[in-house]
């Protein structure tokens, strides 16, 4: 027994010593689609020098070339800065995809291997090769305690920022210039129908046959389960699918397991299959955020239909920024009220939700493994990671929080580019995320109570 003990003891030292010796220290990132661009944003900042950037290609959730908010696969190389002393010496390596919030998190938990892009081709260009690996962890939308995959065992969760939402009009006109708003009980009866009569809102007799639908994600989507949590919804209780088929401008019932980028009768899946057609597991909706604004954004008279969507993808329905977002209950989520359907805002002034008055909101979480030594393929060791209490560490930096460590906000972290995003006048919309600093509300769980700090 005691030369077992000795050899299991000199084994484990033996795995600490070959993560130190590792030159290249990789971290892999997946989850929610709607925080993207704050990731992509933050790690950039991660580095001493400008990192070389490569993108996946579009099958593989990237772009033709180069960066833009829908890129869902990229990889980071060059040395890390000085902050994450964790890992100085080291060349760290942030390979991307964001598959989506529920999808992220069962991958992380369940240790199944995704094909990341690799520091590889043309430099700031597309890779040219893919490497797969676990994930390290995801951001989820919302809590993964609202989910089937609670952070447990090796796994753990911390919050990240808070994500607002809101409901948004399509472009269709006619009909939809009655609705105005957005009512609890309203989206409480239209999620498992996935319609609710035109009449809820003129109070007509004869609009009772007149339908206006309400778009849905599949059931991977950290924003639905925000959506149907605030309506005191569980996950996996019924939700009505109508897709708009963008050809032929009607709504239908889907019936086939099949994906097209803009919905087509009985197909019931709109955006992309994912790697391995991994997102035709997760039911009939539509994939990302930004699927649902391309559907509202089809001005035609029969599309009469209201979608729950981020303020990073809502920002583009209408015909200028923010110009179909509805008020909820007759509250509006910025302290610009009705003037953020004018574009008026440059920065967001997210107050009504940091007071308490807006409740569409959830915390982004951030789910990851503890010890990554026990995954198998990660060469990241456990204080080379961290977690957001840990000095120097990987996790350290990116998601450092002055609301638990004081100070100010770490170049590198998220928080620190939320925050700027507030004041970002040459952003048009300007933040559509907020840092947990700046809340003076709380809620116990996902579209629970809101409650006073």
């Not at 120097?392 to 002055?402: D, P």
């Amino acid at each position: 027994m005691k030369k077992t003990l000795l050899l299991t003891m000199a084994l484990g030292l033996a795995s600490v010593a070959s993560l130190s010796a590792q030159s290249t220290v990789d971290v892999y990132l997946t989850g929610s689609t709607a925080f993207r661009t704050y990731a992509y944003e933050s790690a950039k900042k991660l580095y001493a020098t400008a990192p070389t950037i490569y993108y996946g290609d579009a099958a593989s959730g990237g772009a033709a070339s180069g960066w833009s908010s829908s890129t869902a696969a990229w990889v980071m190389t060059g040395t890390p800065i000085a902050g994450i002393t964790n890992l100085a010496g080291k060349t760290l390596v942030v390979h991307a995809l964001f598959t989506g919030s529920i999808q992220g998190v069962q991958v992380v938990e369940s240790g199944t291997k995704l094909k990341f892009p690799a520091p590889s081709g043309t430099a700031n260009g597309l890779c040219n090769a893919y490497v797969t690996n676990t994930a390290t962890m995801a951001f989820d939308d919302c809590s993964a305690s609202v989910t089937p995959y609670p952070a447990t065992g090796n796994y753990t969760e911390e919050a990240v920022a808070v994500v607002p939402f809101f409901f948004a009009k399509s472009k269709a006109g006619g009909v939809m210039t009655n609705i105005n708003n957005v009512s609890w009980e309203q989206a409480r009866y239209g999620i498992p129908q996935g319609r609710i009569p035109l009449s809820a809102w003129t109070a007509k007799q004869s609009d009772t046959n007149t339908y206006i639908y309400l778009m849905q994600r599949t059931l991977d989507s950290g924003t639905r389960r925000a959506e149907t949590a605030c309506s005191y919804y569980t996950y996996g209780d019924t939700v009505g699918v109508y897709l708009f088929d963008a050809t032929n401008f009607f709504f239908y019932l889907p019936t086939t397991n099949s994906v097209y980028a803009y919905a087509t009768s009985p197909s019931g899946v709109v955006g992309t299959a994912g790697l391995g057609n991994v997102n035709l597991n997760w039911g009939y909706g539509f994939v990302a955020g930004g699927d649902i604004k391309n559907t509202l954004n089809i001005a035609n008279s029969n599309n009469t239909a209201i979608g729950y969507i981020s303020f990073s993808d809502g920002k583009g329905v209408g015909f200028s920024n923010y110009a179909n977002v509805l008020p909820f209950n007759g509250v509006w989520p910025t302290a610009e009220g009705i003037g953020i359907l004018n574009g008026q805002s440059l920065t967001n002034d997210f107050s009504p939700i940091t007071q308490g008055y807006y409740p569409l909101w959830s915390e982004l979480a951030l789910i990851h493994i503890i010890d990554p030594s026990l995954a198998g393929d990660q060469n990241i060791s456990q204080s080379q990671l961290g977690n957001n209490t840990t000095p120097g560490s990987f996790l350290g930096v990116f998601n450092y929080q002055t609301k638990i460590s004081g100070g100010s906000p770490l170049p590198g972290s998220i928080e620190n580019e939320v925050i700027a995003s507030q004041t970002s006048a040459s952003k048009a919309g300007g933040a559509t995320a907020i840092p947990l600093r700046d809340m003076k509300c709380s809620r116990q769980s996902v579209g629970g109570t809101i409650t006073p700090f």
